[in-house]
C-alpha cells in the first residue's frame, strides 16, 4: 500500500461513482435512446479503471496518458450519449461526469510534473495542458446545456455553435474583413506607432512629458459608447471610425508604457554612453530602446485586446451591413443567439491569435531579459 500513489482527484472520482451508481439511470425514463445496460458498465468500468490505475506506482507521463484515454473516452460516450435525449441526463449522469473531470484534473497535474528535454517536447507540453483544460470548459459546456435541458436562447451548446460557424463562414468571413483588417488592425498600427513616436519626443522634451502623461491618463478614463457616436459622426459610418476609436484607446497606453520604458535605463548605463561620446541616436537606440522593449510589447499585448474590444463595440453605433459587431447587435435582435455566439468564439480566436504573435515576437525581441531566458 506505501507503493501506491494516491490522490484526492482520484479518490473522489471513485466516490462519485459509487454515488453514480446508487442514484441510477443516467437518463430519466422516457428517454428516445436510453443508455443500455452494457454501455453504462462500459463507462462505469472506464472510470474506475482509470482511477485505480493512476494510484499504482509508474512515470507520470504513463499516468497521465491512463487518465487521459479514461476521463476523454468516458466523457466522449456521456455526450454521445445526449443526441435525441436533451433534458434528460439525471443526478447519476452528472456524478459520472463530474468523475471523467476529476480525472482529467488529475491528468493535467501529472502533466505539469513532467519535464521535456527537447524544446518541442516543452512546447507540446505548454500547448497540451491549456488544451485540455479549455476542452474540459467545452464539455462541462456541452452537458450541462443539453442534459439539463437549458433553453437554447438562453445559452446555446457548443456544438451548435459550431454548426453555426461552419454554415456561415462567408458571412463571418466578411465580418473579419471588415472589423479586424480594416478597422482594427489600421487604427492598431497607427495608434501604436503614433503613441511611440511622441514617447520618443516627450522622452526628449520635458514639457511634452510633463504635459501628456496627465492627459493620457484622463483619456485613457473616457467610456468607448461616448467617444464612438462622436467618432461616427466625424468619420463615417464606415471603418474608419471605428479605426479612429481604435487609435485613441491605443494610442496612450503605447505613449505612458513607452515613456516609462524610455526612462528604465540606469544612470550609471547613461553615464557609460556619455563617456563613449554616443550622440543623443546611438543612446536611443543601443540603451534607451533595447530597455523599453519589455515596456513596448507591454503596450503591444494590452493594446491587442483594447483594439478588439473598441471596434466591436464601435460598431454597435453605426456601421455598414457589415461587422462583427453590426452583426452581434442585429443578431441577437432576431434572438439568433447561436450567430451571436459565433461572432463571439471568432473574436476570441482572432484575438488569441493577435496576442500570440505579439507574445512570440517578443521572445524572439527580448530573448536577453530574465523573464524570457528564465534567469
Avoid at 524544446?119 to 483544460?133: E, N, R
Amino acid at each position: 500500500m506505501r507503493h501506491l500513489t494516491f490522490s484526492w482527484q482520484g479518490v473522489t472520482a471513485l466516490l462519485f461513482c459509487m454515488a453514480a451508481l446508487v442514484t441510477l439511470p443516467l437518463l430519466a425514463e422516457g428517454a428516445a435512446q436510453p443508455f443500455t445496460d452494457g454501455t453504462a458498465s462500459l463507462v462505469f468500468t472506464i472510470v474506475v479503471a482509470a482511477a485505480l490505475l493512476s494510484f499504482a506506482p509508474q512515470p507520470a507521463a504513463y499516468r497521465a496518458t491512463v487518465l487521459f484515454i479514461g476521463a476523454h473516452g468516458a466523457a466522449w460516450m456521456l455526450l454521445s450519449a445526449l443526441s435525441g435525449n436533451e433534458g434528460m441526463a439525471t443526478r447519476a449522469y452528472f456524478l459520472l461526469l463530474f468523475s471523467c473531470w476529476l480525472l482529467a484534473w488529475r491528468c493535467v497535474t501529472e502533466l505539469s510534473k513532467l519535464q521535456p528535454v527537447t524544446a518541442f517536447g516543452k512546447s507540446a507540453l505548454q500547448l497540451l495542458i491549456p488544451a485540455i483544460f479549455g476542452a474540459w470548459i467545452l464539455i462541462l459546456w456541452e452537458a450541462a446545456t443539453r442534459g439539463a435541458g437549458i433553453p437554447f436562447i438562453i445559452l446555446p451548446p457548443p456544438s451548435a455553435i459550431g454548426a453555426r460557424i461552419m454554415a456561415s463562414l462567408p458571412i463571418l468571413g466578411a465580418d473579419v474583413r471588415q472589423t479586424i483588417f480594416k478597422a482594427v488592425l489600421i487604427g492598431y498600427v497607427v495608434g501604436c506607432l503614433s503613441g511611440f513616436a511622441v514617447a520618443v519626443l516627450a522622452d526628449r522634451i520635458t514639457f511634452l512629458r510633463r504635459g501628456l502623461l496627465p492627459i493620457g491618463n484622463m483619456v485613457s478614463a473616457l467610456p468607448i459608447i461616448g467617444v464612438a457616436p462622436v467618432m461616427v459622426m466625424w468619420f463615417g459610418f464606415d471603418w474608419p471610425s471605428k479605426a479612429a476609436v481604435v487609435i485613441i484607446m491605443t494610442f496612450f497606453p503605447m505613449l505612458v508604457n513607452t515613456v516609462a520604458g524610455l526612462a528604465a535605463s540606469g544612470s550609471m548605463e547613461r553615464d557609460l554612453m556619455r563617456t563613449y561620446a554616443s550622440s543623443d541616436w546611438q543612446t536611443l537606440l543601443k540603451l534607451k530602446l533595447p530597455a523599453a522593449m519589455p515596456f513596448i510589447f507591454n503596450a503591444l499585448k494590452i493594446n491587442s485586446t483594447l483594439a478588439l474590444i473598441g471596434a466591436i463595440v464601435a460598431e454597435f453605433f453605426g456601421t455598414p451591413i457589415v461587422g462583427m459587431g453590426f452583426r452581434i447587435s442585429t443578431e441577437i435582435g432576431r434572438m439568433n443567439v447561436d450567430m451571436v455566439w459565433a461572432e463571439i468564439a471568432i473574436a476570441a480566436l482572432a484575438g488569441s491569435i493577435f496576442y500570440g504573435i505579439i507574445a512570440l515576437t517578443e521572445r524572439a525581441v527580448t530573448f536577453w531579459h530574465p523573464s524570457i531566458r528564465g534567469g
